[in-house]
């Protein structure tokens, strides 16, 4: 199991960017799938990308696509979410989870972290 921390959230205005970080504890780092997830008020927590363990796949919720990277630095036990283009519909706190399955990571399963906060002012 590994023990997850979020950090880069902040406040936005439409159109600008963010990176988010979700740092990992933890030797088996570079096994593990790993994903992000978001969370606004009022609504269910929702997948926005994943990526494998080596980094050669990722995945992207239809809402993202295009303007979200999803990348990781194993050798930093850190993976990484670049968010461009930001939209107020894109306000939540942004979790980061980890499982060697990556079937388990997309759909929401594994070791999670605390979050971090996203606003986006219109």
């Known amino acids: 199991q590994v023990q997850l921390v979020e950090s880069g959230g902040g406040l936005v205005q439409t159109g600008g960017s963010l990176r988010l970080s979700c740092a990992a504890s933890?030797?088996?780092?570079?096994?593990?799938?790993m994903g992000w997830f978001r969370q606004a008020p009022g609504k269910e927590r929702e997948f926005v990308a994943a990526?494998?363990?080596?980094?050669?796949?990722?995945y992207y919720a239809d809402s993202v696509e295009g303007r979200f990277t999803i990348s990781r630095d194993n050798a930093k036990n850190t993976v990484y979410l670049e968010m461009n283009s930001l939209k107020p519909e894109d306000t939540a706190v942004y979790y980061c989870?980890?499982?060697?399955?990556?079937?388990?990571?997309?759909?929401?399963?594994?070791?999670w972290g605390q979050g971090t906060q996203v606003t986006v002012s219109s």
């Open positions: 989870n980890a499982d060697p399955d990556m079937t388990a990571v997309v759909r929401g399963f594994g070791s």
């Open positions: 933890g030797r088996t780092f570079s096994s593990y799938g």
């Open positions: 990526i494998s363990w080596g980094g050669g796949s990722t």
